[in-house]
């Protein structure tokens, strides 16, 4: 049954060139992953005759995470990955029948039997967007009872990984781009399917390797590790070392015993007038153990140097195994910190690394790579660029892929407009209103080539125009308003499943390519925009007509009081 949904999605209608598009990439997304009550609402409809009208919903969120003023917008592919593959089996069908009452006539069941997305249109923003509050990410049109079964998994989909890509951003922007990001967080990930996400989208948002093995198989992110303190503590003596001989890096000689070159070159490290009574004696076992891990990695040797005592033990220790290696023609790739004070401790270790560098000759000692990890985040990144550090790359796990600032974006799933009539949510709470009708969105650009600000308008106002003067209103302040002469416009919404429409269809860009969109969106944002601490709020309006349209609907829609 998949194979026929994938042969009607990539028909002539669906202008996918024949493709066919893999199925979500968790086999647990399904058409069950959703709430009840799509499944009771569906119902209703088909009972009333009304789940063949055509509606239009906006998925979209009311605010930025993390007390910014940016959003990165991911998980489209997996949304067209899922209703590319759209079908409920019969299996599937017979739980939900168990989950409704009884009373649910079967002429229900069979309707589901043939429901697939082949009429359902969604038109979003690129993937690997910065995007903005109350602009819809994806606009999705359908069959009313069809587009509600999609709602629960795509908000799934989109929800958490939005917000760990903007995480992701969030750190590399505190970093700079200069350092590189390790997303380190597999083990206290929300589960595998958290961990998994967490590395793809974490990715996009600009770090440069991960250590989850699945994810690099799945998405081609490069995979990076070395060792943990269970290595290093393992080990009690160099005896303990089998095979000690080493051959250089061009092949031409081979060392013997790498063991005792190990050995001298720490004996000339404590002995050296330059370095003297800096260090006193190092754990030895320490020492085997950074040694054992050299003979299995000579061309990727990092060491972790912290299991004993960072500036005792571990620094010398590995420049010893590193001394070692670099006269075989070898080049050690660096040190991880992952406790203590980082900032205090690489500037220790860089100082102590050009010392090695000056005393031995050996060329670009002082540069080797020092890694820190241990609990980072942006506070503690932020913190480190005040204090001063040597740090070049950092490893980031739980505060980075559990989004422990903030728990979810908050993602809803709208109803704006159904068989071409406007709706509109209404509330209390002036914020959760929602914006009816079809619309299209555009970015509009200063001429410093920095966006100004975001505008929706009615799917059949005329577009904004470069040159042009265009009344830009808030949407529900009357006071806030101005008046933009765009020096660039960006038409937002693109199709991405055309359905029955006949329009061209958006390609989905490799991962790697989102990445690069993911830099090149935040690089073009107004810095006050971007900055970590109260940052200048975007601007997002509507057309001074939606802007009517919305306020007159609202009054149209909202029951009038009665005092006695």
Sequence with gaps: MRDEVKATANGPNGDLSGRVIDGPTNPMVTPLLTDLYQFTMAYAYWK?????????????????PFGGEYTIFAGLEECIRFIANFKIAEEEISFIKQCLPPSCEDGFYDYLREVNCSDVEVYAIPE?????????LLRVEG????????????????????LVTTNAARHRFVA???KVLLEFGLRRAQGPDGGIGASKYCYMGGFDATSNVAAGKLFGIPVRGTHSHAFVSSYMSVDEIAEKSLRSSDGSTTCEDFVSLVQSWLGKIQRSKSLHGIFG?????ELAAFTSYALAFPTNFLALVDTYDVMRSGIPNFCAVALALHSLGYKAIGIRLDSGDL??????????FYSVENEFGVPDFGKTTITASNDLNEETLDALNKQGHEVNAYGIGTYLVTCYAQAALGCVFKLVEINNQPRIKLSEDVS???IPCKKRSYRLYGKEGYPLLDIMIGEYEPPPKVGERILCRHPFSESKRANVVPQHVEELLKCYWPGL????????PPLKALRERCMEQLGQMRPDHMRRLNPTPYKVSVSAKLYDFIHFLWLNEAPVGELE
């Design 343 to 352: 900032a205090y401790q690489s500037c220790e270790a860089r100082k102590f």
């Design 143 to 162: 069959p009313i009872a069809v587009v509600q079964l999609l709602e629960t998994p795509f908000v799934n989909l989109i929800n958490y990984a939005s």
């Design 501 to 508: 429409s006949g329009k061209r269809r958006e390609e989905l």
């Design 48 to 64: 009333a005759g009304k789940h063949q009208e055509r509606a239009v919903f906006d998925l979209y969120f009311r605010k930025n």
């Design 432 to 434: 959760k209103v929602s």
């Design 128 to 136: 690997g967007s910065v995007v903005f509050p109350k602009v819809p």
């Design 176 to 178: 700079g781009r200069s």
């Design 281 to 285: 004696e190092t754990n030895l076992s």
